[in-house]
């Protein structure tokens, strides 16, 4: 299949009015009867045919001004049907068609499909054609009314509930929507209720929907939601707009969610939770993802995409929001941290290999595969740079005329920038490159004190990407301190711009001296681009003994952390090349641990290690060639040595984090939790699995049985996967957790061997995306020195079960296949290995455009 290209937009010839869709439903024969007036599109530049999508459908009937149509009259493709101009009138006319789809037959989960015997459906990005004929794109927009018939006991649609009666419904939603947003559910489930009154007193029933039994898990995201909506409209002044919200658990799924209007479809997985089946970390999960499907109303529903290279307008800014949502919920430092950890895991990686791309894509194959971690998450760096440049204040008034200007439109990330321009005057011409180029941009900072003065010197590259050779400058904004060696701080927080090549600071560092009441320091220590200012790679000239400064005394807690983590990532890398350990780095986390006025999720994080996917990376970009064994036996090797060094406050921790048995998902008491199973975990390391025995046996909450779990696995614990497994055999959230948890605790030697046995067990659903995603993923990700195995055997079966999925599901296959994205990174056989298996892949007979598009960018 040829790419689409940006450049080649053009404004569709028609426009819709009105839909009018009425659902006789059948698992393996629905009818769609569809009623939309059309009209003609004044800024259709293109020829006046009437060109509707259509995939996969069997058309039974169509007819303009209710004269019917025969097979003369138009164009049939596989991809959808094309009536001539010179048989529509001029103006306006009514389509009608009734077509058959078979929603048990839909097994890659996108239209209209069936799961644990409800329908649903999920149409972004491009589903709406598998359910009828339809300008499947996001610039028509129109007001839906649906009448549902079937024998479920719930029948849903978007928008408010119409008239309804035994076997059908109907729903309007006045809102215009693209079809993305078209939702349908039917099935027989119960519902979690609860109700919210708004900022101007309109009352909104909100609902919960899930398979009976359930009902008892979704109070936590219920309450999410509400906190959501008020916390939408203190925020950013954002008002609910129908009488209902739904929200509807799904056991198939391919992603998280998806925000339909006034009908979110969620994953089971995050919504789902009691204390004895989900892990603070699920919990928080659930509340960002409700929090953000919930922030769609406005930023992706109410104003969205003119086509879908604008995707990050959308969900760039809609991660920014649910990030700020999360901020302002819990720790901020915390969250912010976490954030880029996640950043820098997915989409770093991503950047720095065949798969780069820009924010807004310049052409695509599938845009399923462009769902990715740099639209999503370095499009919401992008907006807090953004923030960070204009001010809180200016933000806040760009969005409210964002809000007003676009309401009802599909927009483009230049009608986004003209009201950031318009309303704080600047131009943001040159930050625009942040939307158009690919690439972490690397940030080096190098200083001297000379007399009194110091000179800093920032400079900035973008590394070429695939199709990017040449890069330009961007605007990197850089939030800077400076501290004395005692650690005092002589310069308060100040904002800096580099948005040239290069340039060289300097600042009176007498009258600093002067000022913080201490002599001429002969040495700075600059800590740079604090709360992680901007998605750069920073290279700061920092000896081991200013890092130690900033891990004791940076009052920003993200370079604090930063700091700890570079001197860990220091020491690894040392480790791995023959380098000793350095104790001064244990007696620095050991005073941090002991440090009772900082958080406790801050310490847990303080205590994590770089991942082994982290250090493959900083060895390739230190020149070496990463051996994924020696990384795995180093990490445990540091571990080890670190619970040793630090044993002492270690189980002091243990003892005194107890949060006791009265679970709150709360950030106070899952911070408590976080920091006595990282303390457990390493414990178990050096005292063997006594302490986890006892943890696992008295343990009342998931957070805890899975902590004391996997350090038995770690442990060699022969028995613990059993007794996991009967008591838990029934729950398919928690059984995702046991098939997960074994292979990435497995000896690397034995990780393919045991992905392989648990894909032969009863339980293993391979249809199912998370239980897939469990076991595959559990080994690609999970385990990356056991899909390295020097054998390639992980290669091996990763391909073997994407050809296998592909045939039935090609959205989540190709999603797996990036697990191959970071093979330049590798010795000469593994490389090889890859690539034949990357072959071997695409030359499948009957390969989805999905999964042949991935296979293709990844080997270059
Ligand atoms: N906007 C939603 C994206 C999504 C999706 C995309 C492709 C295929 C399946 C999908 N399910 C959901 C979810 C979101 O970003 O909130
Ligand atoms: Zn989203």
């Known amino acids: 299949p040829q790419p689409i290209h940006l ?315 649910d990030q700020q949502f999360s901020a302002d919920t819990r720790s901020a430092a915390v969250q912010r941290i976490e954030d880029v950890l996640q950043l820098r895991a997915r989409q770093f990686r991503e950047d720095a290999g065949p798969l780069a791309h820009n924010v807004r894509p310049d052409s695509y194959v599938e845009i399923n595969n462009f769902y990715t971690a740099t639209v999503y998450e370095k499009g919401a760096e992008v907006i807090g740079m953004l923030k960070r440049i204009v001010g809180a204040q200016e933000y806040r008034a760009a969005l409210d005329e964002y809000f007003r200007r676009h309401d009802g439109q599909a927009c483009t990330i230049e009608d986004w920038l003209a009201v950031f321009q318009d309303v704080t005057g600047r131009d943001l011409s040159q930050f625009k490159r942040w939307y158009t180029q690919a690439g972490t941009p690397r940030l080096t900072a190098e200083w001297q004190v000379a007399g009194d003065r110091l000179h800093l010197r920032l400079a900035q590259v973008v590394p070429p990407t695939p199709d990017q050779p040449l890069k330009e400058p961007v605007v990197i904004p850089i939030a800077m301190g400076l501290l004395a060696a005692d650690g005092t701080e002589l310069l308060p927080e100040t904002h800096v711009i580099l948005d040239s090549r290069e340039t060289v600071l300097d600042f009176d560092l007498a009258k600093m001296a002067a000022q913080a009441g201490i002599a001429l320091p002969d040495r700075v220590i600059p800590s740079l681009l604090r709360g992680f200012s901007a998605p750069v790679i920073l290279d700061a000239a920092l000896t081991r003994a200013d890092r130690l400064v900033l891990l004791a005394h940076d009052p920003d807690p993200f370079n604090r952390w930063e700091a700890g983590r570079s001197l860990m990532r220091e020491t690894l890398m040392g480790m791995l090349t023959g380098g000793a350990r350095d104790p001064a780095l244990f007696d620095a986390l050991g005073r941090l641990l002991a440090d009772e006025r900082l958080d406790a999720a801050f310490r847990a994080l303080c205590l994590a290690l770089p991942s082994e996917d982290d250090l493959a990376q900083a060895a390739h970009d230190g020149g070496l060639v990463p051996d994924p064994t020696a990384i795995h036996a180093t990490r445990k090797a540091f571990q080890s040595a670190m619970a040793s060094a630090l044993h002492g406050p270690l189980a002091a921790l243990y003892d005194a984090k107890d949060p006791g048995p009265d679970y709150s998902p709360d950030a106070a008491q899952a911070a408590d939790r976080a920091l006595r199973n990282a303390a457990l975990a390493l414990l178990t390391r050096i005292e063997g699995p006594d302490r986890a025995r006892a943890h696992y046996d008295a343990a009342t909450n998931m957070t805890d049985e899975i902590a004391a779990f996997t350090a038995l696995l770690e442990a060699g614990d022969t028995d613990v996967a059993q007794r996991f497994h009967d008591r838990w055999k029934d729950d398919r959230l928690v059984m995702d957790k046991w098939f997960m948890a074994q292979i990435t605790h497995a000896a690397p030697d034995r990780a393919v061997a045991t992905a392989r046995a648990l894909t032969d067990h009863p339980l293993f659903d391979w249809t199912n995306p998370n239980r897939f995603r469990s076991v595959i993923g559990g080994l690609t990700a999970g385990n990356p020195a056991g899909f390295h195995d020097p054998s390639g055997a992980g290669y091996a079966f990763l391909a073997d079960w994407l050809i296998r999925l592909d045939a039935k599901n090609p959205q989540t296959a190709a999603r797996m296949s990036t697990a191959y994205e970071t093979w330049a990174r590798y010795d000469a056989d593994r490389q090889d290995m890859i690539r034949a298996e990357l072959d071997r892949i695409a030359a499948t007979e009957g390969l989805s455009r999905d999964l042949s598009e991935m296979v293709g960018r990844i080997r270059g």
């Open 7 to 321: 450049a080649d937009y053009r404004p569709p010839s028609h426009l819709v009015e009105t839909v009018a869709l009425t659902f006789r439903l059948s698992p393996g024969a629905t009818r769609v009867l569809s009623r939309i007036r059309f009209r003609a599109n004044p800024a259709g530049l293109e020829n006046g045919n009437l060109r509707l999508d259509g995939e996969g459908l069997r058309l039974i009937s169509c007819a303009i001004d209710g004269v019917a149509l025969t097979a003369l009259d138009y164009l049939l493709t596989p991809e959808g049907l094309t009536v001539p101009a010179e048989r529509l009138p001029a103006q306006s006319f009514l389509w009608e068609a009734e077509v058959e789809i078979d929603p048990a037959g839909n097994t890659a989960l996108e239209g209209l499909y069936m799961s644990g015997g409800m329908y649903c459906t999920q149409c972004e990005a491009e589903g709406f054609r598998k359910i009828t004929f339809y300008p499947d794109r996001p610039d028509v927009m129109a007001p839906f009314t649906v009448r549902i018939e079937g024998d479920a006991s719930v029948l849903l649609s978007n928008g408010n509930p119409g008239a309804s009666g035994p076997g059908w419904a109907e729903w309007h939603d006045p809102w215009p929507k693209p079809a993305y947003l078209f939702a349908l559910v039917a099935g027989d489930l119960v519902a979690h209720r609860d109700a919210f009154t708004t900022m101007s007193g309109r009352a909104v029933d909100l609902n919960i929907w899930v398979r009976p039994g359930d009902e008892g898990k979704c109070a936590y995201a219920m309450d999410a939601l509400k906190r959501s909506m008020r916390w939408d409209e203190e925020v950013y002044g954002r008002e609910y707009d129908l009488d209902v919200f739904n929200i509807v658990a799904v056991d198939d799924f391919n992603m998280g969610a998806m925000e339909n209007k006034g009908l979110n479809i969620f994953n089971s997985k995050y919504v789902l939770a009691s204390p004895e089946t989900a892990t603070d970390r699920d919990y928080d999960f659930i509340e960002s993802i409700v929090a953000h499907e919930y922030f769609h109303n406005w930023t992706g529903n109410r104003i969205t995409c003119r086509d879908w290279f604008q995707l990050c307008l959308k969900e760039g800014l809609t991660v920014f929001r």
